[in-house]
């Protein structure tokens, strides 16, 4: 197991516990974590998994549409994530963490925006590439 895959699983086990939280995630599947995971995984750099396997970025943005989340629901997800890799002992050196502290602000608030009514999916849109000091991604503000 993967320490994201670790720390994705952990998270999803603690998610019932948060009220904000709970009602989104109660009917998610068992392999969510998994997906989560090598999503975040690719976006980092790692394999194109996701891609190859869950269709890229254009299917993450359908997992969102017309979910209506809040700006306060993605505040306790964001928390609660970084609260977990704190727990699992995820590494706290500045460059890992302002990566992942960085695409989670980056990607949560874009889910939060794909998540609104008449949002609609870019099918050309590219998988976020997220390293060390570097933003890029497929968020254009003259779209939404």
């Known amino acids: 197991m993967t320490a994201l895959t670790a720390l994705t699983t952990r998270f999803y086990q603690r998610v019932p516990s948060e009220p904000l939280l709970a009602p ?3 009917h998610m599947g068992s392999d ?3 997906h989560v995971a090598v999503f975040i995984a ?3 750099g790692g394999p194109r998994e996701y891609s190859s396997r869950h269709g890229g970025h254009a299917e993450m943005v359908r997992h969102h549409l017309n979910r209506h989340l809040s700006n306060e629901q993605r505040k306790a997800w964001v928390a609660l994530f970084l609260d977990t890799a704190d727990e699992l002992g995820l590494p706290d050196d500045p460059e890992f963490r302002s990566a992942l502290v960085g695409y989670l602000e980056w990607g949560s608030r874009l889910a939060v ?7 609609e999916v870019d ?3 590219p998988m976020p590439a997220w390293g060390w000091g570097e933003v890029k991604g497929p968020y ?4 939404n």
């Open 24 to 26: 989104i995630f109660e």
């Open 113 to 119: 925006i794909n998540s609104q009514p008449g949002t």
């Open 32 to 34: 969510h974590p998994e």
């Open 42 to 44: 690719e976006v980092l």
């Open 123 to 125: 099918e050309d849109a």
């Open 140 to 143: 254009d503000p003259g779209a």
